[in-house]
């Protein structure tokens, strides 16, 4: 399977974690966190455990159903991604902190 990806898919998935940061708040950080270890643009949603949900409802379907897959994206992507994360991320540990 391959997955082709655009700009508008990384904005897609900003909305979404902004408007249900309590449901993302953990993948909200991950991203943030991980993304400049790999240098951005090689960011594997699934090198961390839950932190692939919306990565998954963006898509609408489950890439792990499938042997194997691509994913192919301009830098823009996931540079847009990681800005839309830092932006939330403030609130995604604000979020956790009153959930402990």
Not at 29 to 56: G, H, R, T, V
């Given at each position: 399977m391959n997955i082709e990806l655009t700009l508008e898919d990384a904005v897609s998935m900003v909305q979404k974690a902004?408007?249900?940061?309590?449901?993302?708040?953990?993948?909200?950080?991950?991203?943030?966190?991980?993304?400049?270890?790999?240098?951005?643009?090689?960011?594997?949603?699934?090198?961390?455990?839950?932190?692939?949900?919306?990565?998954?409802?963006?898509?609408e379907i489950d890439p792990k159903n499938y042997n194997s897959f691509s994913l192919n994206a301009p830098d823009a992507f996931f540079h847009c991604l990681y800005g839309g994360m830092a932006s939330l991320y403030l609130d995604a540990q604000e979020y956790l902190l009153q959930t402990v």
């Open positions: 902004t408007k249900n940061i309590e449901k993302y708040a953990r993948e909200i950080i991950i991203i943030y966190e991980q993304m400049p270890k790999f240098n951005y643009i090689y960011y594997c949603f699934y090198a961390f455990d839950n932190s692939a949900k919306l990565f998954e409802t963006m898509l």
